[in-house]
Each structure stands twice: as C-alpha cells, then as structure tokens.
C-alpha cells in the first residue's frame, strides 16, 4: 500500500470518507487542554479539521498528495491552524518530543521486526502527551488475499500496549462499539483502542 495505491484509491471517488471525525477522538480528546498535534494518516482531513476547531495546531501527514489537497481545500477556514504534510511515517520518523496528542486513528502500520515507525511515533509524543491508537476489532476483519490484505500484518492497540515501557502509564485498552455506523461495504461494529500517557 504505497503512495500510488493511495493515490488511486481517493482519485477513485469524489469523497472516501464521511467528512466527520473519528468517534474515538471525539470521545477521548475532548477535554484535553489543546497544543500540538500529529494526526497520522489523515487522509480527507476530517479528524485534522475538528482538532484545529477545537484549538489545536494540527500537524496532518499522509502519504496520499490526493487526500492531502482534498483535505486543504476543505479546511480554508482554518489553513493557519493545519500543516498538510506529505509524508511516509513507515520510512521517516516525525519529529521526537513534539506533539502533546499523536492520532492514530485506523492506520494500516505494519509490524516490522525492530518496530522502528512505531517507536518513531512514540518518540514524537512529548513527555506528558498523549499517545492515542483506534483500529478496527480483529473480529471484524478478515484476511483478502487477492488484496494481499493481512490484519495480521499489522499493529493492533494491544500489540502497542505491550510494548510501552515504564515511562508510559495505559488509561485505556479496550475494544468498545463504535459510536458511528460502519463504513460502507464493511461490518466493523467493534474499534479497539489505546490511550496511553507518556509520563517522561
């Protein structure tokens, strides 16, 4: 799933997803006093557009160019608050200790042996931040091999919580219903979800 694969997937329709944040961001950053902000794979930009609503300065990567200029153009209201970034976090790490909330939200970051894209996005929280990771309930996935699609190949929120070392308390490790219907096409009724805080 490379830059290409992206790319022809958002060129394949006028619009991918809803166009409404995730509910699991919803639920677990309201509240949270607004900083500096990672949303990984932010595809339309829609959790992008209701962080920087709500006061956030949003750092917004994603390898898709597509979704990146379909996400701006629907953000004009808050271009100041929101860095459109081009990047593959699988090869190039986000900056370390920058961000009070990474958001991974339903993105495919495949288990690579020495775990190097995920402990770049752990080094990107800042000591007292928030690392936040949603997928979907492996119960509702099922491998496409014609798709060369393996929910095995990727990190589940568990999979991260056990990884976190003493500096990080979890506050949350859960599968919960989502609070949105599924997206079309699937039968995802259950997220799984990681909030964890790092503590230094």
């Known amino acids: 799933m490379d830059a290409q694969f992206w790319d022809e997937m958002y060129r394949s329709r006028d619009q991918v997803f809803s166009g409404d944040p995730n509910g699991v961001l919803v639920t677990e950053v309201t509240g949270l006093p607004p900083s500096q902000a990672l949303d990984v794979g932010?595809?339309?930009g829609a959790d992008a557009i209701w962080l920087a609503r709500h006061g956030w300065q949003v750092t917004a990567a994603d390898i898709s160019t597509t979704a990146l200029q379909r996400a701006a153009a629907a953000a004009v209201d808050i271009k100041s608050r929101v860095a459109w970034t081009r990047?593959?976090?699988n090869i190039t790490p986000p900056p370390a200790d920058a961000f009070d909330l990474v958001?991974?939200?339903?993105?495919p970051l495949s288990?690579?042996?020495d775990h190097t894209a995920l402990r770049g996005l752990l080094?990107?929280?800042a000591p007292g931040g928030t690392l936040l990771f949603a997928s979907h309930d492996l119960a509702d996935l099922s491998p496409r091999p014609e798709q060369g699609f393996d929910p095995g190949d990727y990190y589940r929120p568990d999979d991260i919580a056990k990884l976190l070392d003493h500096d990080w308390t979890v506050l949350i490790n859960e599968t919960r219903p989502r609070t949105a219907p599924a997206p079309a096409g699937t039968h995802h009724t259950h997220d799984t979800v990681l909030r964890a805080q790092r503590l230094r």
Request: glycine share 6%.
């Open 42 to 44: 932010c595809g339309e």
């Open 87 to 89: 990047a593959d976090l």
């Open 103 to 107: 958001s991974v939200q339903y993105f």
């Open 111 to 113: 288990i690579q042996p």
């Open 123 to 125: 080094n990107a929280v």
